[in-house]
């Protein structure tokens, strides 16, 4: 059984950083594209970033681009999203997600597995 825990969510001013951190189970983690998600309250859900199989690769959205890293540790099957300057807009629950494929996808439909999300709130 496939499992994605998502960790790290929680209440911060704008301008903080806050890191994300998802721990996958169940998977040959090594093998899969894995990517962060949000969706805000009334918002359909929206991709953050993507990073390939062995981490060689990431991939952005522009809203967050310059301000998150996203990054893996294949030996502890976890993935991270580290956000700087974070933003009121930024608030939503955050989930990872992910994708057995080596094309970086933005699309929610491409991601066979999601986590049940964090909840990140920014106040200003």
């Known amino acids: 059984q496939v499992q994605l825990v998502e960790s790290g969510g929680g209440l911060v001013q704008a301008g903080d950083s806050l890191r994300l951190s998802c721990a996958a189970s169940g998977l040959a983690f090594g093998s899969y594209t894995m990517g962060w998600f949000r969706q805000a309250p009334g918002k359909e859900r929206e991709f953050v970033a993507a990073?390939?199989?062995?981490?060689?690769?990431?991939y952005y959205a522009d809203s967050v681009k310059g301000r998150c890293t996203i990054s893996r540790d294949n030996a502890e099957n976890t993935v991270y999203l580290q956000m700087n300057e974070l933003k009121p807009e930024d608030a939503a629950v955050y989930y990872c997600a992910a994708d057995f494929s080596r094309t970086l996808y933005s699309v929610v439909g491409r991601y066979d597995y999601w986590g049940q999300g964090t909840q990140v709130t920014v106040s200003s």
């Open positions: 990073i390939s199989d062995n981490g060689g690769r990431t």
